[in-house]
C-alpha cells in the first residue's frame, strides 16, 4: 500500500522557537495532505488541507500565521510551528491522497509528538 | 457540520470472542467510510474503507458495514486476539474528512 512518512518522529524545544514538521509521500505522488493535531486521550481534528502549488486551507479556528504549511511538490508538505507555546505541544499527524480525488482512501503518517517546553 | 460518535468508548474482552464497534455519523451525505486502529503514541493504521455505494467490505476477521441512510456502520472483529488491543477511529468523508471519538479495546489473554 501508499506509504507516508513524517520526520522527525518527535521534537522537543523551547518555548518561542520554531519547528518544522515533514510530510512525505514516498511512492506516489500527493495533489492533497492534511495536516491533523491530537491531544492525549482525544480524536483527530483536522487543521489545514494542503494543496501542491497554492495556498493552504485552514480550519475555523487555526492559526495560519502560526502554522504554516508549505505543499511544494506532489511528494512533500512541511508544517511550521512558529513561536512555539507549551500549548502547542501535540501529536501531529498528515495524511495523503493517493490521487486526484478526495473521496479516495487517506494514508497516514506515523505521527509528529512535539514537546515545547 | 458533521459530527462522529463511537460507541462504547471503551471495551475489554476476553480473548476469543466476537465483538462490535460502533460508528454513528448526523450528515449522511458521505463519500466513504474509513477504519481505523490506532496504537499508543503511533500513527493510524487503515483497516477498511467503504465508500458510500457499498454496504460492506471484510478483511481477514474484520468486517464493516455501512448503511448510510440511518448514519450508522460497524466494525465486527471475529475471535479477538490480544494484538487487537488499539482504540478504534472511524471516520467520514464528506466535504471533508470527520473523526469519531474513539473506541478503546482491551482484550485480555
Known amino acids: 500500500g501508499a506509504v507516508v512518512s513524517q520526520h522527525p518522529s518527535w521534537v522537543i524545544c523551547k518555548s518561542g522557537t520554531s519547528v518544522k514538521i515533514e510530510c512525505r509521500s514516498l511512492d506516489f505522488q500527493a495533489t492533497t495532505m492534511f495536516w491533523y493535531r491530537q491531544f492525549p486521550k482525544q480524536s483527530l481534528m483536522l487543521m489545514a488541507t494542503s494543496n501542491e502549488g497554492s495556498k493552504a486551507t485552514y480550519e475555523q479556528g487555526v492559526e495560519k500565521d502560526k502554522f504554516l504549511i508549505n505543499h511544494a511538490s506532489l511528494t512533500l508538505s512541511t508544517l511550521t510551528v512558529t513561536s512555539a507555546h507549551p500549548e502547542d505541544s501535540s501529536f501531529y499527524i498528515c495524511s495523503a491522497i493517493q490521487g486526484l480525488s478526495t473521496y479516495n482512501e487517506q494514508f497516514f503518517g506515523p505521527g509528529t509528538r512535539l514537546t515545547v517546553l | 457540520k458533521q459530527e462522529v460518535t463511537q460507541i462504547p468508548a471503551a471495551l475489554s474482552v476476553p480473548e476469543g470472542e466476537n465483538l462490535v464497534l460502533n460508528c454513528s455519523f448526523t450528515d449522511s451525505a458521505i463519500y466513504n467510510l474509513q477504519w481505523f486502529r490506532q496504537d499508543p503514541g503511533k500513527g493510524l493504521t487503515s483497516l477498511l474503507l467503504?465508500?458510500?455505494?457499498?454496504r460492506e467490505q471484510t478483511s481477514g476477521r474484520l468486517n464493516a458495514s455501512l448503511d448510510k441512510s440511518s448514519g450508522r456502520s460497524t466494525l465486527y472483529i471475529a475471535a479477538s486476539q490480544p494484538g487487537d488491543s488499539a482504540t478504534y477511529l472511524c471516520?467520514?468523508?464528506?466535504?471533508?474528512?470527520?473523526f469519531g471519538t474513539g473506541t478503546s479495546l482491551t482484550v485480555i489473554p
Open positions: 471516520a467520514v468523508n464528506g466535504n471533508q474528512f470527520y
Open positions: 467503504i465508500q458510500s455505494s457499498q
